[in-house]
């Protein structure tokens, strides 16, 4: 396998985050949180558990006076992100590989001959 599955991107909020992310250098919360559809909670609860395990990197700053966050890919979530799609796309060529053969087995088979 060319990849390998990571186990932190296998809840679709999570691929979606770092998904999105892989796009750009760096995105504010809102943008991230609107464009994954979802609540200021939910994010902030994955990105956080994204960090910890060293994906996502958060920064903190302002904006005029206001607070505002941003969320970036770190190289390991990149890494990372591109061996899951690696893996996912070796998973889907396997599965459509067989079920050509499958496919040409039941021809095979329905053909009287």
Known sequence: MNGALE???????????VAFL???AEAD????????????SA????ATA?????HVRIRKG???RRPRTWLSLTAHG???LAGHLAALQEIAGRNARNAAELAR????????G
Request: glycine fraction near 8%; include cysteine.
């Open 7 to 17: 186990s932190a991107f296998h809840h679709p909020n999570r691929l979606a985050v």
């Open 22 to 24: 892989s796009g750009c």
């Open 29 to 40: 919360f809102r943008t991230v949180r609107d464009e994954c559809g979802l609540s200021d």
């Open 43 to 46: 994010l902030s609860k994955l």
């Open 50 to 54: 994204l960090e910890a395990e060293g």
């Open 62 to 64: 302002h904006l005029g």
């Open 78 to 80: 990149r890494e990372r």
């Open 105 to 112: 087995a039941a021809e095979t088979d329905a053909d009287p």
